[in-house]
């Protein structure tokens, strides 16, 4: 089954140390999501790729980048995590194009953050 | 700024009855979608219904259906038949065309909890 995958679901990483959480899909989407969502609150959008091109929200802090070196993948990586940045980190996709719009996000499982 | 509002953080129904969650948002567009989403406890988010502005009929998937109310800017679910494996936090989404993409903007959420 196409759908969008996220690993590792569990992560645990110590305080400023530098972590990378991956996405991966097999819709062949091409729009892809980051979004951080904490304990009992709506997921909140880091940035996304619409093809190649990079779209960071003005909120987002700069401890955050991502990576998309294929369409399939895409990276999200925390320079310094700090204890504020524990949450589940939601990677989903969308087909955009002017002609073609799915009208909809597909989520993956999320990977849960821990910051010790 | 598009907002989504969730006056409901809680809710409870008796299996196999029917519960109706809320929804307002404010928007000065006149385009836009608007979704609810189902996160069941540790599992991924999924798309329950959707529904486009411009469309006067009320969206309906099987037991869900919404009370689209574009006036008032109202989007309320409705959950007939109510089953154990409706137990989830339910967010209710805006969409529209912005800084080149599409991009959803969450409620808080509501988690509803269906009783045997």
């Known amino acids: 089954d196409a759908m969008v995958i996220q690993n590792p679901r569990y992560q645990v990483t110590q305080f400023g140390k530098p972590v990378t959480l991956s996405c991966s899909q097999t819709?062949?989407?091409?729009?892809m999501y980051w979004y951080q969502q904490k304990s009992s609150q709506a997921p909140k959008l880091l940035f996304h790729y619409y093809d190649k091109d990079f779209n960071n929200e003005a909120d987002t802090p700069d401890n955050f980048q991502s990576r998309r070196p294929n369409t399939s993948f895409c990276f999200l990586d925390i320079r310094s995590p700090g204890l504020g940045d524990a949450a589940m980190y939601l990677c989903?996709?969308?087909?955009?194009?002017?002609?073609?719009?799915?009208?909809?996000?597909?989520f993956g499982p999320g990977t849960r953050l821990t910051v010790l | 700024a598009q907002t989504v509002t969730q006056s409901q953080p809680e809710m409870s129904v008796q299996e196999a009855e029917t519960v109706t969650l809320s929804c307002t948002y404010d928007t000065s567009e006149s385009n836009y979608y608007l979704f609810w989403y189902k996160q069941p406890p540790s599992r991924q988010m999924i798309l329950v219904i959707r529904?486009?502005?411009?469309?006067?009929q009320n969206a309906t998937e099987n037991r869900f259906s919404v009370n689209f109310q574009k006036a008032a800017k109202s989007f309320s679910l409705k959950i007939s038949d109510s089953q154990l494996g409706d137990t989830a936090m339910y967010f209710c989404?805006?969409?529209?065309?912005?800084?080149?993409?599409?991009?959803?903007?969450f409620g808080s959420g509501t988690r509803l909890l269906v009783r045997p």
């Open positions: 989404a805006f969409m529209s065309w912005k800084d080149s993409s599409y991009k959803l903007i």
């Open positions: 529904q486009e502005a411009y469309k006067q």
């Open positions: 819709l062949n989407h091409n729009v």
């Open positions: 989903a996709t969308s087909r955009e194009s002017a002609l073609d719009w799915v009208g909809e996000q597909f």
